[in-house]
């Protein structure tokens, strides 16, 4: 292997947004990166920690409480999550982490029924991985499992043998799910009085393991904000409103007695900011913004301005992954990629890889801005072409810089475009919107 291909492949898989970074707080994920690579204040210019504004919250309630938190696939999520963690844990809380995806189809609707199911079910696993076995108390799937098989009759899908049969069901296999959706709706408030017995007893069990009655015990649940539709529009619609139905309409079940939970939510639930988020602890939806790359909200009609600050931490991102980096990209291209990324750190490093693969074909390691923009085409396109309804929506999200949602029967389809990333949402003293840098042109001449 020559030397520029050796650089050009050790510079590429530094780039890896999959793996988030991680604290310290042992057995939360496994394969986290050093935490030597995060930049801190990257989402804002300072003034506020959104992170620690939520463990805050936490440390200080005195009772348990659900919270709602959220961002967009790409904004760094899940390692804020993780620093959460290692806050409450530097607070002596006891701090369980859970990857929803491992548990739980998302691409389907979602109900309250199976989504207790699956967390409570990871829950129990979680604490049996760190503690061992409650003596004499079955885990959540084993309990689940006995209800279905003497209070559930399913008749188009078998009854799974065991916890682990269950387990796998709920994450993999789409018929059963239904049909357990189906089987079940009749029987939610049997469902929630099991699953608050169990979080009940677990949290008694961990209080007992580390000898602190009134330690506070907290669970975080990631991925949820990726639920998705992956059918025709009307199973797009469904799927999205499943998610606005469980967290609007089901809140109360929610929340479990001496258990703190983090839930994240599909951004675009903030649209309901003012009636959902006042029945969560906290009184608000925790929303992580896309980098802090621009100055501030602009006036109407008016393109957002760059902000010198965040293009140094979106450069610093970079360096602390890659310390040469300077030997393929000149400053003034890496900042042109942060910001035709609109501070969204999965498009950059997106695009930076994309640039990267095609250094080994030249002779020297530096690029061209030819390549460079051969690889903004290449992010553009995966988002084209756009209706001519959702150009117009866009362009009247891009003059206000306001999400321009005509009434809640249209937020299917702006959760739609804020998760395919057309809108990318800001906070700089207040939360704004603009449309992805790469789309200005193209809505534009709409």
């Known amino acids: 292997m ?3 291909r050796a650089r050009a492949k050790a510079f590429f898989n530094a780039l890896d947004l999959d793996k988030p970074i991680e604290f310290g707080v042992a057995g939360l994920v496994d394969g986290g990166l050093d935490r030597q690579l995060y930049v801190e204040n990257i989402h804002g210019d300072g003034e506020f920690d959104l992170v620690q504004q939520l463990a805050d919250q936490i440390d200080f309630a005195a009772s348990a409480g659900a919270y709602l938190f959220t961002g967009n696939r790409g904004t760094g999520k899940t390692t804020e999550l993780l620093r959460l963690a290692k806050i409450l844990d530097d607070l002596g809380c006891e701090v369980f982490y859970i990857d929803l995806t491992e548990y739980l189809i998302l691409t389907q609707r979602i109900e309250i029924t199976d989504f ?3 967390v409570l079910g990871a829950f ?4 049996t991985a760190r503690f061992g076995e409650n003596p004499g108390k079955p885990g959540f799937f084993a309990r689940v499992c006995s209800f279905l098989q003497s209070d559930v009759k399913l008749t188009e899908v078998k009854l799974p043998a065991g916890p682990m049969e269950l387990k796998a069901s709920l994450q993999q296999n789409p018929t059963f799910k239904e049909e357990l959706q189906k089987k079940t709706r ?10 608050r017995t169990f979080a009940g ?3 008694e069990y961990v209080r007992d393991q580390r000898q602190d009655p009134d330690r506070k015990v907290v669970l975080i649940v990631d991925s949820v904000e990726r639920l998705r539709g992956v059918g025709d529009s009307a199973d797009v619609r469904e799927v999205f409103k499943s998610a606005e139905t469980l967290f609007a309409s089901h809140a109360d079940k929610l929340r479990f007695t001496g258990l703190s939970v983090v839930y994240t939510v599909p951004p675009y639930l903030s649209a309901l900011a003012g009636g959902l988020g006042a029945y969560y602890a906290g009184g608000r939806i925790y929303t992580l913004p896309s980098v802090h790359i621009y100055q501030c909200r602009p006036a109407s009609g008016v393109c957002p301005a760059p902000y010198a600050l965040g293009e140094e931490k979106m450069r610093a991102i970079v360096e602390r992954r890659y ?3 300077r030997d393929f990209l000149s400053e003034a291209q890496l900042a042109r990629l942060a910001l035709s990324s609109g501070g969204d750190l999965r498009d950059y490093f997106r695009m930076l890889r994309l640039a990267i693969t095609r250094s080994p074909m030249r002779d020297a390691l530096a690029l061209s801005d030819a390549v460079l923009r051969d690889t903004e085409d290449a992010v553009r396109s995966d988002m084209l072409p756009i209706a001519a309804d959702d150009r117009a929506w866009l362009a009247r999200i891009m003059a206000s810089h306001k999400p321009e949602l005509p009434s809640l029967d249209e937020l ?12 990318l949402q800001y906070r700089n003293g207040d939360d704004w919107f603009d449309v992805h840098p790469l789309l200005r042109r193209e809505v534009g001449e709409g």
């Open 2 to 4: 020559n030397d520029h």
């Open 116 to 118: 207790l199911f699956a």
């Open 124 to 127: 129990s696993e979680k604490i």
């Open 186 to 195: 009749g029987l939610v408030e049997q469902i929630v009085k099991q699953a």
């Open 201 to 203: 007893e677990a949290v």
């Open 323 to 325: 310390q040469a980096w």
């Open 412 to 423: 299917p389809d702006f959760a739609r475009l804020q998760q395919g990333k057309y809108i």
